[in-house]
């Protein structure tokens, strides 16, 4: 018990430094706020990735979730971590990422299988990461995706890379934990992938964050436990 109290304040002070490393580079480096945000994404949540191998109770990971959005969530009132907010869309994706780990791993701890949790949290910490910045960052032959004439935030470079990525990391993924490579690993993997991007896709305002892991755990829980 107290080992996992400690841990716990390791992993909270872990959150803290990464947060202000983050703003230490928008401020003295003076990067664009979305890429330092995107860093702080990419960062924060593959750090998570170790929780299902050091916690086991799901309350610990609660009381972290609750510690990252409350410094979020303040931290939106004064000039703190504009390297976070100080973009000039309207997003809830900061506040909804604790909320996504918590809810994956949630899931993940009833159903006592830690695979629920590790692909969709891989999912979310690379591809999304990738699909922003390549989809803001090259102009050159990229556009915003139009579908039945209602063009959506998302740009195809960025859904493109969205897709490739996550088959790739699904595939890698399902192969190390199914320890075989056959027809099923490659439809589960290109399943996945093509919900999530779809997911992506059709997001609005953040609500990626919550709903990109949800999305992957929702195709494993179908196809592989029931």
């Known amino acids: ?16 430094l990464v947060l202000a490393f983050t703003e230490l580079m928008y401020r003295r480096l003076e990067l664009p706020s979305e890429i330092t945000r995107k860093f702080a994404h990419f960062t924060a949540t593959l750090a998570t990735l170790i929780l299902p191998y050091i916690f086991n109770s799901h309350w610990y990971i609660l009381v972290l979730a609750l510690f990252f959005f409350l410094i979020l969530f303040f931290s939106k009132q004064g000039t703190q971590l504009n390297s976070i907010h100080k973009i000039d869309r309207k997003s809830v ?8 780990i918590y809810c994956t791993f949630l899931i993940s701890y009833l159903l006592k299988n830690k695979f629920l949790y590790i692909l969709p949290i891989l999912i979310l910490g690379i591809c999304d990461p990738m699909a922003g910045i390549l989809g803001m960052n090259l102009k050159r032959n990229n556009r915003q995706i139009c579908i039945f004439g209602h063009t959506l935030q998302k740009t195809l470079l960025g859904s ?5 990525t996550c088959f790739l990391i699904s595939v890698i993924a399902l ?15 290109l399943l996945v992938a093509v919900v999530t991007t779809l ?3 059709f997001s609005k ?3 990626d964050n919550l709903l990109i892991p949800l999305s992957a755990q929702l195709i494993l829980i179908l196809i592989l436990i029931l």
Not at 1 to 16: D, E, K, P, S, W
């Open 160 to 164: 493109v890379s969205f897709f490739i």
């Open 93 to 100: 994706g900061g506040y909804l990422l604790p909320v996504a």
């Open 199 to 201: 997911t992506e896709m």
């Open 205 to 207: 305002k953040g609500w």
């Open 175 to 189: 192969y190390i934990y199914l320890g075989v490579f056959h027809m099923k690993t490659f439809w589960l993997a």
């Open 1 to 16: 018990m107290i080992n996992q109290f400690f841990l716990t304040a390791i992993i909270l002070v872990a959150i803290v």
